[in-house]
């Protein structure tokens, strides 16, 4: 089993800063990527940015550009700097690990943390 734990969130005014931190334990051998994804109420979940072990990313349109994804291989964490935030990036964020077990995979999410941008 793997616990992610996010940590982070909180409420910015509109073109401000926020870094999201989700830190990993349990069984986090083979773990492949881990990624961000958001909810707003009454939307459905989306991807955010996802990178691999590797470091291969994955971000949304929406976000390109202004979010960085990164990890900290060392710490089991995995980070999304967030600038230039817009009213419209306002939801819960999830983090999320795809664990590879032969033969298949598995997906594991965090609790969230809410992300609100209002002036």
């Known amino acids: 089993q793997v616990q992610l734990v996010e940590s982070g969130g909180g409420l910015v005014q509109p073109g401000g800063s926020l870094r999201l931190a989700c830190a990993a334990s349990?069984?986090?051998?083979?773990?492949?990527?881990m990624g961000w994804y958001r909810q707003a109420p009454g939307k459905q979940r989306e991807l955010v940015a996802s990178?691999?072990?590797?470091?291969?990313?994955n971000y949304a349109y929406s976000v390109k550009g202004r979010f960085t994804i990164s990890r900290d291989n060392a710490k089991n964490t995995v980070y999304l700097q967030m600038n230039s935030l817009k009213p419209e990036d306002t939801a819960v964020y999830y983090c999320?690990?795809?664990?590879?077990?032969?033969?298949?995979?598995?997906?594991?999410w965090g609790q969230g943390t809410q992300v609100t941008v209002s002036s």
């Open positions: 990178i691999t072990t590797i470091g291969v990313t």
């Open positions: 999320n690990a795809m664990r590879r077990v032969a033969p298949g995979n598995y997906n594991y």
């Open positions: 349990g069984s986090i051998f083979n773990i492949n990527a």
